[in-house]
């Protein structure tokens, strides 16, 4: 339920095709022999997720869930929420309107026609960074009210929905595009740019994960994982389902029910193989890693994946999303912190 069709008229509209092809493909289904209830850790927050970024959830009531948790903050009917600082707020809609919300007030400051849907963005020292689902890019500084820059790329007609926000790195601005390349700029001298390819394959290619650990950078398209570092550029090849980062470790969980951790130069260090498991979510700290498979089955491993122990939270029926130390699911929270792996 990850694939999207920019040819369809709204970017909401997300995975019905696969949707409905996966329904009639005889899926098989991961079945543990055992599973422990989760009930004593979970709490109600009142609403259900409708929409996801990377950087955090819209719910049905208009608040969001960002990188901090629950905001009491309403960014408003018929938009998404895509980012946040520590003073302002994202969100966008389906006519392509950059919404500027101040965090103190709640009150919208700039709404920004960009013409087009915007598929992610990020913000930082005011100066925004978005990318548009006709895979056109651009900087917009809040306090000037302007577009300081704005490109297009190639136009790309399908892509994978877990797409990844731009990254800031001092006054760089690393931008993940839909036709798996980074563009990495300046913001006070957008002339100056470097391209990046991860892959150049022709759909279902754009970057779904873009973070930093250290002095390296960690890319993925849904096929593969990029490093740049010190050690110049690795990659290692994988159905990618979702990527974890945590204490110089990545931790990939691959479409085929594998969870493999791996070193910051992408060697592999451990593999735990779990038949038919479809991760919808995953996360790592505190020394473990957590996987939700769309069945409900919640697996707690350790962080060098030999013990792991399973938890029943039931079925993903709607979108879910993992930060901090809480998986947000239902209407529930969940406090992962307290589940163990022993």
Do not use: W
């Amino acid at each position: 339920m990850r694939k999207l069709l920019l040819s369809m008229p709204s970017y909401f509209i997300i995975g019905f095709i696969s949707f409905v092809l996966s329904g009639c493909s005889g899926k098989q289904y991961f079945e543990p022999e055992q599973t422990y209830s989760a009930s004593g850790i979970s709490s109600s927050y009142g609403s259900k997720i409708v929409n996801l970024s990377r950087d955090g959830a819209t719910l049905k009531s208009g608040h969001y869930i960002g990188q901090q948790g629950m905001s009491s903050i309403n960014i408003g009917e018929g938009y998404r929420f895509l980012s946040e600082s520590s003073t302002y707020v994202l969100a966008g809609n389906a006519k392509g309107i950059l919404k500027v919300i101040d965090k103190k007030t709640g009150d919208p400051i700039r709404a920004v026609s960009l013409h087009v849907p915007i598929v992610s963005a990020a913000i930082q020292k005011g100066v925004v960074a978005y990318i548009l689902n006709n895979n056109s890019f651009g900087i917009y500084q809040i306090k000037d009210n302007r577009k300081v820059v704005e490109h297009s790329s190639e136009r790309t007609y399908a892509i994978d929905t877990r797409a990844a926000s731009p990254m800031f790195i001092d006054n760089l601005a690393v931008v993940p595009m839909l036709d798996g390349k980074l563009i990495i700029l300046d913001i006070h001298d957008t002339q100056t740019t470097k391209v990046v390819y991860l892959s150049r394959d022709k759909s279902f290619n754009n970057v779904v994960h873009l973070s930093r650990s250290g002095n390296t950078m960690v890319a993925a398209t849904p096929t593969k994982i990029i490093v740049l570092g010190s050690e110049g550029q690795k990659e290692y090849r994988a159905n990618i389902s979702e990527i974890a980062v945590a204490n110089g470790t990545i931790y990939l969980f691959s479409k085929e029910g594998e969870i493999v951790r791996l070193d910051m130069v992408l060697n592999p260090l451990a593999k735990q193989k779990f038949k038919y498991a479809h991760f919808a979510a995953s996360t790592a700290f505190g020394g473990k890693v957590f996987a939700l498979d769309q069945q409900g089955s919640l697996i707690v491993l350790s962080k060098d994946l030999n013990k792991h122990k399973i938890y029943d939270v039931g079925e993903v029926d709607t979108p879910v999303f993992m930060t901090g130390t809480k998986l947000y699911k239902d209407g529930k929270t969940i406090e992962l912190s307290k589940l163990g792996y022993e």
